[in-house]
């Protein structure tokens, strides 16, 4: 017995270039249809039998032709099969004609994605493909803009976060896109969830010393927060080599929000108001040692008033209380001696 082998091999795009000729088939259909009933009106008067079959011949197939016209507008494509075959693909505005049988082949046609171009409701849809199948069937060739949902992740911390991304994407081969996968809309949304988590457990939220984010082996300051269009561009390089195989075409991806996840956004937020409070205090603490150090020394250097250890102590203190303080001070006026 012999055996059958199986082949995965990817199926070629193949635009048909030359079928522009639906407005000719249109009126020769029409011309055809007119001379039947100059055949039927001759038929009758001469009572010719072979007249009245050719008329009846023309208007029971002349309609056939009919079945094989095309109209495509700028950017759209529509793949055409025959008899469970590739027929080919047409691109490219104008009205087309190609074999009578052919069907429009299309299995992402009723998925509807949260972007830019899916934004007619279901019933529109329902209708639409109803009425002219192959409109409903077109593959758009526009840079499409897919939002989707926001995902809670871990990071490199271990931190739950969530985020979400806007991704620009177009259809570059439509054979790919129809055949190689079973709906590629749902197939490049799957794919950009995956890449997601990927990247993202990668990097901290903020900078953290001791983190390798780059894979050279050396720690850096890479973060989600800080390094944005660094996480982005790692993100559209992931999701391309994903979906390179479905004829998708990443060309840009960004990230539309970032946040803590809503069961420790609190905890963080207080870390960064100790963590700014912190800062403050030092640069606080720092401004008021300046002042007194300058205080003391011009004390000194004007020859002013001179003061021993403990009484420069006691004006250090005052003065880093008055400096330091959270509150007005209420100043004391003694009118007493020195000593």
């Known amino acids: 017995m012999e055996e059958t082998k199986l082949t995965n091999a990817p199926v070629q795009e193949k635009v048909l270039t030359n079928k522009k000729n639906g407005m000719t088939v249109l009126l020769a259909v029409l011309g055809a249809y007119l001379a039947a ?10 009572d010719s039998v072979p007249l009245l079959a050719v008329f009846v011949l023309i208007f029971a197939l002349g309609w056939l032709p009919l079945c094989g016209l095309r109209v495509l507008k700028p950017q759209e494509a529509l793949v055409l099969t025959l008899f469970g075959k590739y027929y080919g693909t047409l691109k490219g505005d104008g009205f087309f004609f190609v074999h009578p049988f052919c069907t429009s082949f299309n299995p992402a046609a009723g998925t509807r994605l949260n972007q830019s171009g899916d934004v007619n409701s279901d019933a529109q849809l329902a209708i639409k493909m109803a009425t002219t199948p192959a409109e409903g ?12 949902t926001r995902q809670k992740i871990n990071d490199y911390l271990g931190n739950p976060v969530e985020i979400g991304i806007a991704v620009m994407w177009r259809v570059t081969d439509t054979a790919k896109a129809v055949f190689s996968v079973n709906n590629y809309k749902e197939y ?7 890449a997601l988590r990927n990247i993202v457990r990668l990097y901290p939220y903020d900078a953290a010393p001791g983190i390798d984010t780059t894979g050279d082996g050396q720690a850096d300051d890479g973060s989600l927060r800080g390094s944005s269009d660094v ?19 990443i060309l840009e991806a960004r990230i539309t929000y970032l946040a803590y996840a809503p069961e420790i956004a609190a905890a963080m937020l207080q870390r960064q108001q100790a963590a700014a409070l912190l800062s403050a205090r030092q640069l606080l603490v720092d ?5 007194v150090e300058m205080a003391l020394k011009r004390l000194n250097d004007d020859q002013i008033v001179e003061l021993d250890d403990e009484r420069k102590a006691a004006m250090v203190s005052n003065l880093l209380v008055v400096l330091c303080g959270n509150r007005d001070v209420q100043p004391v006026v003694n009118s007493g001696s020195l000593y």
């Open 37 to 46: 009933i100059a055949l039927l009106v001759i038929g009758i008067n001469l």
């Open 137 to 148: 069937k077109k593959i758009s060739l526009k840079i499409m803009t897919l939002n989707n």
């Open 188 to 194: 490049l949304s799957l794919q950009c969830d995956s």
């Open 231 to 249: 996480v982005a561009a790692r993100i559209r390089d992931e999701i391309q080599q994903r979906v390179t195989d479905a004829g998708i075409e």
């Open 287 to 291: 401004g008021a040692v300046s002042m």
